[in-house]
Structures are given as structure tokens and as C-alpha cells.
């Protein structure tokens, strides 16, 4: 993948990028969240009683558009790391969960979805995109940000899994909400840099988004805000910070 992608990335980062506008004012700084190494691996299985998530500080979404008319509904998310992995834990508040997509690289995005955008230090809008609904499917890119969005770039060995408190896709009922749990192995990020394991006290970059409800009652929370006027999550100037500790 790595020479096949390598030209199309040249020839797209010498291209002039369009100018974005940050307008609304008043933004939180951005946000830190430090990570600490797991002295055990959590399993992958939708359950979050593993020693892992239990240490990892939970970061709690904020919704940064007024105008939308989705619930405000709570998520919140935990990271963890190993020499092999990045583990990323998803708690989700949910009152009718709803998740149609059933296929690799279908819109996850337009079900009730989580996302995290990633990448590693020195690299600048270029970054990859996981978003996972809440029947653990995943659609996952690589994005040469603003230009191009690139589908078809798969990541290899991710796991996902979900576990889901009420009953999917049936309105007439009252959901509680759903977990997910996801794995990225560090060789995913090979064509980003040299160095794709990090190394304690090294900083990347990153956002946590979560799309909740169908539309038109539909709302986007995450962990930085992007400052767009209109939600939308793919800013990275507006990125957090993973600082990688022991």
C-alpha cells in the first residue's frame, strides 16, 4: 500500500489547499488526554470491565452546535496503548438506537456512530478516519484533508466490537445505550511515518466525534471542538492531543 499510495500523495500535497474559515469565537482550548501503557490488553468484546478502561480517565463529549435538535445525549470515551495496539473505548448514552449499515465502507456516519481521527507527530492534514456504527461495522480512510478522501485505503487487523443495552433498530421502545470497543494496530499508521509504534512522551493528534440519531432530529458531540459554523468534525487544526505516558 505504501508505494502504491505514495505518488498520489506528492502530487496532492503540492496542490494549493482551499482556505478554511474557523469562525465561531470563544473556543475551549484544545484538549490533552494522556494515555497510559496497559499492563494487560483489554478484550475486544464490547464489555468494558477490563483492568484497562477501569485506569484510563473517561473524557466526556461536549455539543458544540445550538441549532441542532438531536438529544444531547452522554458519551464517553477511553484510550489505552501497548507496544501492538491503540485501544479506544466508547461509552454511548442511548435512548433508540439505530444502526442500518451492514458492510464494510458503508456510511456508518448517517447511524448512531463514533469516529476517531488519528495521526502520528510531523505529519500536516493527513490523517486516518475510523467511523463505526453501533453494529460494529467500519468505514475507515485515509483523507488528504481538505483535498481528497481516499474510500478504498483499508486498515489492517482493526477490531471492533459492540455490546448494546435495549433493542436495535426498533423506535417503539426505550433503549439504554451501546459500547464499543476498537483495536488499531500501529502498523496501520506505516504509511504516515517511520515510526508508527509510539514512544513514552510522544504527542499525537487526534478527535473523537460521535453522531447520534437520524435525521431531522440529529446531533454531532466530540472531545475537541472543530469550530466550524456548521457541525463538522473534520477540522484538524482543531485536533486534541495524545500524549503517550507509562
Avoid at 71 to 80: E, F, N, P
Avoid at 137 to 150: E, H, M, N, S, T
Avoid at 201 to 227: H, K, V
Wanted: aromatic fraction near 10%; proline fraction near 8%.
Amino acid at each position: 500500500m505504501k508505494k502504491a499510495i505514495a505518488p498520489f500523495l506528492s502530487a496532492l500535497l503540492v496542490t494549493s489547499t482551499p482556505a478554511l474559515t474557523q469562525e465561531r469565537s470563544g473556543l475551549a482550548p484544545i484538549p490533552t488526554y494522556e494515555l497510559h501503557r496497559a499492563k494487560t490488553a483489554p478484550r475486544i468484546d464490547g464489555q468494558l470491565d477490563d483492568a484497562a478502561w477501569k485506569a484510563a480517565k473517561p473524557v466526556v463529549f461536549v455539543f458544540p452546535w445550538a441549532d441542532q435538535t438531536g438529544k444531547k445525549q452522554r458519551t464517553l470515551a477511553r484510550l489505552s496503548w501497548d507496544s501492538d495496539n491503540l485501544y479506544i473505548a466508547y461509552e454511548c448514552e442511548d435512548d433508540d438506537i439505530v444502526a442500518v449499515h451492514t458492510q464494510h465502507d458503508d456510511p456508518t456516519y448517517k447511524d448512531d456512530a463514533v469516529e476517531i481521527f488519528i495521526a502520528p507527530p510531523g505529519v500536516k492534514n493527513l490523517y486516518l478516519g475510523l467511523e463505526m456504527n453501533a453494529r460494529a461495522i467500519l468505514y475507515d480512510y485515509f483523507f488528504v484533508f481538505p483535498q481528497r478522501l481516499l474510500k478504498k485505503y483499508d486498515l489492517p487487523g482493526v477490531q471492533l466490537a459492540v455490546s448494546v443495552k435495549g433493542t436495535l433498530n426498533m423506535t417503539g421502545d426505550r433503549d439504554q445505550g451501546w459500547n464499543l470497543e476498537v483495536s488499531i494496530p500501529w502498523r496501520s499508521f506505516a504509511d504516515l511515518t517511520d515510526n508508527p509504534v509510539p514512544k513514552t512522551g510522544d504527542r499525537w493528534i487526534a478527535n473523537m466525534n460521535r453522531w447520534d440519531g437520524t435525521e431531522p432530529n440529529r446531533r454531532l458531540s466530540q472531545w475537541s471542538d472543530s469550530g466550524m459554523v456548521k457541525p463538522n468534525p473534520h477540522y484538524p487544526d482543531r485536533f486534541g492531543q495524545l500524549l503517550f505516558v507509562e
